[in-house]
């Protein structure tokens, strides 16, 4: 096998999971995006009190669980408790937060490629960079391909990248800088905001050998246009639709 293809994107990556038709963020939702055709999967992953990595994406509780309470201030053992699922639809009634690990273990089981975003606490940044690291090296054996993301440069140079390893920074604001002058150069793949992005953008950057990639898009057409333009992924809610994109 050829080393330099062993990590290769699709397209189209499920954005925390088919989370337009699922609970965003757990395993029925990565689940429904294999079953949609998808291949990649992003999730979210926070630390909670006892510095379990749990996957989940806001900083409080409440969007999901009805519950004011920050991530954070809750043990896993808490967390585990909270219903995940009933406040998308009655029928996921019983989803539980996973932990990275559940979410390792469910994505090489299933063959898919995990994209991890890592939202760190302040002042966990090199912890929780560390954390993911170890538990993410005794998945190498495995099939799967992983690409670690986050909007903070600390978590990020905690990770090695490796042939099944990628980083990724995730910017939603320009850099007052071009980004060949801006701390930002040194990534290879770029995770932008679809607000910030133009073609005359795509087209720098496709040009300095970077890997565009953007979130989140929902739309096919404007994906294609995206295609076009030289954008490597895009980030979707609904990989359903997306299906034939991957396929031209
Ligand atoms: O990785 C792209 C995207 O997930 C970043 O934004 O807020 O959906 O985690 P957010
Ligand atoms: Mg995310």
């Not at 925390?16 to 999967?41: D, M």
């Not at 440069?153 to 490796?162: A, P, R």
Request: charged share 25%.
């Amino acid at each position: 096998m050829n080393r330099h293809n062993i990590f290769v994107l699709d397209f189209f990556i499920s954005h925390r999971g088919a989370s337009a038709i699922a609970p965003e963020n757990t395993i029925a939702s990565i689940a429904l995006a294999k079953a949609c055709g998808s291949r990649w999967v992003e999730v979210d992953v926070r630390f909670s009190k006892d510095r379990e990595l749990i996957i989940f994406h806001d900083k409080n509780l409440f969007r999901i669980t009805g519950v004011n309470s920050p991530v954070f201030t809750k043990n896993y053992k808490d967390l585990k408790n909270y219903d995940v699922g009933l406040w998308f639809n009655r029928s996921f009634e019983g989803e539980r937060i996973p932990t990275l690990l559940d979410v390792l273990n469910f994505c090489n089981n299933n063959s898919i490629n995990l994209n991890i975003e890592i939202k760190p606490e302040k002042g966990f940044e090199h912890s929780i960079g560390r954390k993911v690291k170890e538990i993410v090296n005794k998945f190498l054996f495995s099939q799967s391909c992983i690409m670690i993301s986050s909007f903070d440069f600390k978590v990020l140079n905690q990770i090695e990248e490796s042939e099944k390893v990628r980083k990724m920074i995730l910017i939603n604001r320009l850099p007052k800088k071009n980004f060949l002058e801006s701390k930002f150069n040194f990534f290879q793949y770029f995770g932008l905001h679809l607000n910030i992005i133009d073609k005359k953008m795509v087209k720098y950057l496709v040009n300095l050998n970077k890997k565009v990639l953007v979130y989140t898009v929902n739309d096919p057409a404007k994906a294609k246009l995206l295609k076009s333009w030289g954008v490597t992924s895009v980030f979707t809610d609904l990989p359903k639709n997306f299906m034939y994109i991957k396929d031209n």
